[in-house]
């Protein structure tokens, strides 16, 4: 199959299931534990679910997402891990805008079925070097926002460490260009606009204010599955 049918397909499919995020958010178990009393009251998640043109929303971003990555990667298996993760990081970058929190029972499970088809993948191709460099990605990737978190950066939970993890092993087990660029995108996505911002409302303040990463870190991962092939045909053709 073509790029291009790859890509109706994936389009298609990024569709459906970026309309089930709404329903997916709404049942997100709600946090056990307190929050910082400077955080304010959290926004319950069925709230969040209950936007007005919600699903409409998500499935236009779902199959535009969706489309993107099918014309990437192109009819390949790694369709099956990227395609599900759609709607996981919709809902992640949703959630994340309205309560600054990443729940840990989207992301851990949504990780730990990334680990499992890709060792599938590895059995049942006997190709194990995919799965290994999506093992050392995942390894970097948390443990770069880990000493992150723990220099306690301004708007890093650690939500977003593990959120990495999540990005980094599909983006690792793509290629070493897709990881890098992947991973580094999250910043210039997380800091231009914020920047841009402060600049034409000539306020300072706003660069000190937090803000939630996570979102920044998808859209990031998302132009390394994109442009990561780009960088590199470019980089060969040096």
């Known amino acids: 199959m073509t790029p291009e049918g790859a890509a109706a397909v994936a389009t298609l499919v990024g569709a459906v299931l970026g309309a089930l995020v709404p329903t997916l958010v709404e049942r997100i178990p709600e946090p056990a534990e307190?929050?910082?009393?400077?955080?304010?009251?959290?926004v319950p998640y069925a709230v969040v679910a209950a936007r007005p043109g919600l699903a409409l929303q998500t499935t236009v971003l779902g199959g535009l997402a969706g489309g993107?990555?099918?014309?990437?990667?192109?009819?390949?298996?790694?369709?099956?891990?990227?395609?599900?993760?759609?709607?996981?990081?919709?809902?992640?970058?949703?959630?994340?805008?309205?309560t600054r929190l990443l729940p840990r029972v989207v992301v851990l499970p949504a990780t730990g079925a990334l680990i499992v088809l890709a060792g599938l993948d590895a059995v049942l191709t006997g190709q194990h070097d995919d799965l290994v460099r999506a093992a050392?990605?995942?390894?970097?990737?948390?443990?770069?926002?880990?000493?992150?978190?723990?220099?306690?950066?301004?708007?890093?939970?650690?939500g977003d460490v593990r959120l990495a993890a999540l990005l980094g092993f599909p983006l690792a087990w793509l290629g070493w260009q897709e990881f890098a660029l992947g991973m580094y995108s999250g910043?210039?996505?997380?800091?231009?606009?914020?920047?841009?911002?402060?600049?034409?409302?000539?306020?300072?303040?706003?660069?000190?204010?937090?803000?939630?990463?996570?979102?920044?870190?998808?859209?990031?991962?998302?132009l390394g599955v994109v442009l990561g092939p780009t960088?590199?045909?470019?980089?060969?053709?040096q």
């Open 68 to 98: 993107l990555v099918g014309y990437s990667v192109g009819w390949d298996r790694a369709l099956v891990g990227l395609l599900p993760l759609v709607p996981v990081c919709l809902a992640l970058a949703l959630v994340d805008l309205r």
């Open 136 to 158: 050392i990605g995942l390894l970097v990737a948390r443990s770069f926002y880990w000493v992150l978190w723990y220099a306690h950066s301004a708007g890093m939970g650690f």
């Open 34 to 42: 307190e929050r910082h009393p400077d955080d304010g009251a959290k």
């Open 187 to 222: 910043f210039l996505v997380f800091a231009l606009p914020g920047l841009l911002l402060a600049i034409v409302r000539w306020d300072r303040g706003m660069l000190r204010a937090p803000y939630p990463f996570g979102p920044a870190m998808i859209v990031g991962a998302l």
């Open 231 to 237: 960088l590199l045909a470019g980089l060969a053709l």
